[in-house]
């Protein structure tokens, strides 16, 4: 539906617009089928009946109108993502109002715009949320209030240590096997050292947690469930590749400390 004629909506105008859209949907962890929903419910929103839309883990493909004159396609490539679920849930508001025809196509783009642009929760409430999570996972695997509350210590310092490293913009497998590594070496040093009552492998289980990709196992059921299955097999493939680097870097930091002539036991 046209709702400015001084200024003629044309299919590129609402293919455009509803790819890029998708696109931010997918840079914050939604669905596959949410995505491609919320692209086609747009077009069919502004009367574009012809149209074929592909969305993948890593990219959206999309063309309306291909037998017209005022064909279009579109390719939209998205190297990585993370989770942010408050951003998913103002784009999928703002699809809702363009659907419904409460804002124009212009106010979308202004209001797309302004979503993209928010900044993420700030580095001291990830720190925060990473060490209160490896504290309550420790005590909920077993430890002690001690160990929760080491726990949450060496969950903060691992956040810390992975905000300098995607700074850095080092590989997310190389940041995965360093973060568990220094996780391990660091749960067992007061046991060693300092003969403290501590059981370390609670502690390594409360800090690693926050590093298990479950969004993403669970994202690939969903997808596989909903017929996705090449994304599905992508999300898969990530997730456990994701625990490969976290067993890897715990094996690693254990056998170090055995060549070092550290008695180390699970």
Partial sequence: MN??????ITTKDVLTF???????????GAEIFRIEESIIRILQAYDIQRFDVYVLSNGIFASANEDLDDACSLVRHMPENSVNL?????????????????????TGWTRLKEIRVQRGYPRWALILACGLGSGCFCYLFGGSAFDGLVACLIGAVEEFLLLIMSDARLSRSIAQIFSSMFVTAVSYLPVSIWSLPLHWDKMIIGAIM?????????TAIRDVYNGDYLSGAIHLLDALLTALCIAAGVVIAIFFMQKFGLEVSL
């Fill in 18 to 28: 509803s790819v890029e859209l998708g696109l931010s949907m997918l840079k914050s």
């Fill in 3 to 8: 709702t400015n004629k001084e200024t003629p």
């Fill in 210 to 218: 926050v590093l298990v990709p479950g969004i993403m196992f669970t």
């Fill in 86 to 106: 408050g951003r998913i849930a103002q784009l999928n508001q703002l699809c809702r109002e363009i659907c419904n025809y409460r804002i124009d196509l212009q």
